[in-house]
């Protein structure tokens, strides 16, 4: 049985560094990260990557259904039990359309989603601050103000209803993205193995 972790939160939150760090100090505990995957897909250079590569460089949601199964096949391939997946989900149907599929997957146990909250601001300054940091030709296309606005806006808009639902299952946990990185990932980290 997989028990698996959804770690949502803003773009600049933090969330994929924190739970790559709580994954390499684990050996026990796998990270995916949706953009990774879905960026693996587009590096590729096939069909599907090219698709995927369209909707990113608008800053716009990937399709549903490419989604859901890359997650599904990602956390069913895991090499270990425990899988924390971050940047899922995104959108109220995301959310809807895993539920569905969880409740049908009799190996996969949704153990938690942890949102890792930062203000709008610090969430900015971080986000331009790595486009300002970004090597040239290493710069990620997604990295700049218009469409960190349109990331942020994709975020906040169904966050309430997404809180609303995982709270109603008791599944919500709630850590604060704006302390020093180890002490999330202490926090983060901590509640994990609390549930594991």
């Known amino acids: 049985m ?12 933090g969330k994929t560094t924190d739970a790559s760090i709580i994954a390499k100090n684990n050996e026990n505990i796998v990270h995916y990260s949706t953009g990774d995957m879905l960026r693996e897909e587009v ?21 549903l259904q490419i989604i859901v199964n890359t997650i599904v096949s990602a956390i069913n391939q895991a090499p270990v039990d425990v899988v924390l997946i971050d940047g899922y989900p995104r959108s109220v149907e995301q959310m809807n359309a895993f539920d569905t599929l969880v409740e049908k997957e009799d190996n996969i146990d949704l153990l938690s989603v942890i949102e ?42 169904p966050l309430e209803e997404i809180q609303a639902f995982y709270t109603e299952k008791n599944l919500l946990k709630v850590i604060s993205g704006e302390r ?4 999330v990932v202490e926090d983060m980290e ?7």
């Not at 020093?180 to 002490?183: D, K, M, R, Y």
């Not at 901590?190 to 594991?196: L, Y």
């Open 180 to 183: 020093a990185l180890e002490v």
């Open 116 to 157: 890792v909250r930062v203000s709008q601001d610090i969430a900015k300054e971080r986000i331009l601050g790595r486009a300002a940091d970004a090597k040239a030709g290493e710069e990620r296309s997604d990295d700049s103000i218009e469409v960190f606005w349109d990331r942020m806006k994709i975020y906040t808009d």
């Open 2 to 13: 997989k028990k698996l972790f959804l770690i949502i939160g803003a773009p600049g939150s």
């Open 43 to 63: 590096g590729s250079g096939s069909d599907l990557g090219k698709e995927i590569e369209s909707y990113i460089s608008k800053g716009a949601l990937v399709p």
């Open 190 to 196: 901590g509640f994990v193995k609390s549930k594991i």
